[in-house]
Antibody, heavy 121, light 108 residues
Framework: EVQLLESGGGLVQPGGSLRLSCAAS????????MSWVRQAPGKGLEWVSS????????FYADSVKGRFTISRDSYKDTLYLQMNSLRDDDTAVYYC??????????????WGQGTTVTVSS | EIVLTQSPGTLSLSPGERATLSCRAS???????LAWYQQKPGQAPRLLIY???SRATGIPDRFSGSGSGTDFTLTISRLEPEDLAVYYC?????????FGPGTKVHIK
């Protein structure tokens, strides 16, 4: 069974840093595109970042570019999101999602349960 | 950045009725890289449609997607009570891979 399990969320002060992790199982992680999507309280979905499969090309929303870094460790089957210079408006549930085999074409077909990030003083 | 507009904002229909949800893009979406997601209250999103018209694995055939260029549609042919959810479109042809604001479907 394909599963994604996020961790690393929590309460952080503005300007602080946090690293989210997404442990993947049930598929050949290194070959698949992966993404982070967030949802602020009571709001809609916001795409944050994606990383392609074998090449590892990265893509970012303008709102996080220069502050967040997506990466993957194919030995640990884990996706990461390093978040620096956090702001109040980064408060959200962060979802990890699986894409297609070395492609974004097939959409995000498996999602984790989400991890909550709260930025507040 | 491609901006997606979804209409209507809210749809209220009875079980068995047909629901038509619209997603309009500010510029043409390359290669129909357009997906639809369903999010039920308290749950993570679920992929319904990718490539504008291909149903994801396990999605009932009463869900269908159509369209190209800048105009896309999600149709639920016969609403069921469990279809109560917010439906989002997303384009992933050009970064940033933006979502629309969503259409909330109420079941009368």
């Amino acid at each position: 069974e394909v599963q994604l399990l996020e961790s690393g969320g929590g309460l952080v002060q503005p300007g602080g840093s946090l690293r989210l992790s997404c442990a993947a199982s049930g598929f050949t992680f290194s070959n698949y595109a992966m993404s982070w999507v967030r949802q602020a309280p009571g709001k809609g979905l916001e795409w944050v970042s994606s990383i392609s499969g074998s090449v590892g090309s990265t893509f970012y929303a303008d709102s996080v570019k220069g502050r967040f870094t997506i990466s993957r460790d194919s030995y640990k089957d884990t996706l990461y999101l390093q978040m620096n210079s956090l702001r109040d408006d980064d408060t959200a549930v962060y979802y990890c999602a699986k894409g297609g085999l070395d492609s974004f074409y097939y959409g995000m077909d498996v999602w984790g349960q989400g991890t909550t990030v709260t930025v507040s003083s | 950045e491609i901006v997606l507009t979804q209409s209507p904002g809210t749809l209220s229909l009875s079980p068995g009725e047909r629901a038509t949800l619209s997603c309009r893009a500010s510029q043409s979406i390359s290669s129909s890289y357009l997906a639809w997601y369903q999010q039920k209250p308290g749950q993570a999103p679920r992929l319904l449609i990718y490539g504008a018209s291909s149903r994801a694995t396990g999605i009932p055939d009463r869900f269908s997607g159509s369209g190209s260029g800048t105009d896309f549609t999600l149709t639920i042919s016969r609403l069921e009570p469990e279809d109560l959810a917010v439906y989002y479109c997303q384009q992933y042809g050009n970064s940033p891979f933006t979502f629309g604001p969503g259409t909330k479907v109420h079941i009368k």
